[in-house]
């Protein structure tokens, strides 16, 4: 019976930290069905999430911390969806006047919903590491990542190389996490391969639903590709390099403050 009140308690939490993801995917399905008058699907789009995002913020369930966070992974988005259209990897068909050189600004979201996930559900389930390899190494690591999505379209592609690197560099770090009074604790790499699934498997809705397309999905909706799990393993790698720094740099300068 504490197995079962445990898990409940857990995919509670999860559920709880998923709000952002969830509100975008049923966006992009409400949309794709309503036309709403007078507007873009697109623009419709944005400034429902737009929306979504305050209200977020006025209820408490995302700290102006965590808003920050989301900006930043907006940007990083937006600039790897600018780079991505542009060279050709996937489109979005659809008109909309904001729309920046073919990628609308909703698209961004899609990267910053991975952030609000990973700061709500460190959060909730007071996560914590051990054996973080450190700031530059990880840094440099995340780096070397998001530099591979825009150069392996001139040079090899070195994400293979640098998943082997991702598992020698974080082969002795682990997430701690409680779930009510009982921690658990779960090797960090494996925490990459599972969220890169599901967001694989998100993927495959947005798509579905068409919030943007593949070439190969133009005349007909397809699964994505499987090679699609790595970059987003990739992508989640960044997401935490990113948030377990600033928590860190928040931790520190708490306890410096008392």
Known sequence: MKSIVQLLHFGYHQAMS?????????????????EIPFLYRYDAILLILLAVQYFMYRSGLETMDEIKVICVFHVIGLVL??????????????P??????????????????????????????????????????????????????????FIPDFRWWL?????????????????????????LTLAFIIVGF??????????????WKYPDQ??????????KISS??????????IVAQLKYVKANRNLNKS
């Open 18 to 34: 998923c709000i952002f993801p969830v509100a975008i995917f049923g966006t992009l399905a409400i949309t794709s069905v309503i």
């Open 198 to 211: 599901f967001i694989w498997t998100a993927e495959n809705i947005a798509t579905f639903f068409n919030g």
């Open 81 to 94: 969806e600018l780079y991505k259209v542009w060279m050709g990897s996937w489109s979005y068909p659809e």
């Open 96 to 153: 909309g006047y904001t729309k920046i050189f073919g990628v609308p600004l909703y698209s961004g979201f899609m990267y910053a919903s991975v952030a609000s996930f990973m700061c709500q559900i460190w959060r909730r389930l007071r996560m914590d590491m051990t054996g973080w390899p450190g700031t530059m190494s990880s840094m440099l690591l995340g780096g070397a990542i998001y530099l591979n999505f825009f150069t392996h379209h």
């Open 163 to 187: 998943t082997l690197l991702v598992f020698i560099v974080f082969w002795k770090t682990w997430i701690i996490y409680r779930v009510r009074a009982k921690t658990y604790r779960m090797p």
């Open 218 to 227: 133009h005349d007909a909706w397809q699964l994505v590709s499987f090679s």
């Open 232 to 241: 987003w393993f990739l992508l989640v790698i960044i997401s935490v390099i």
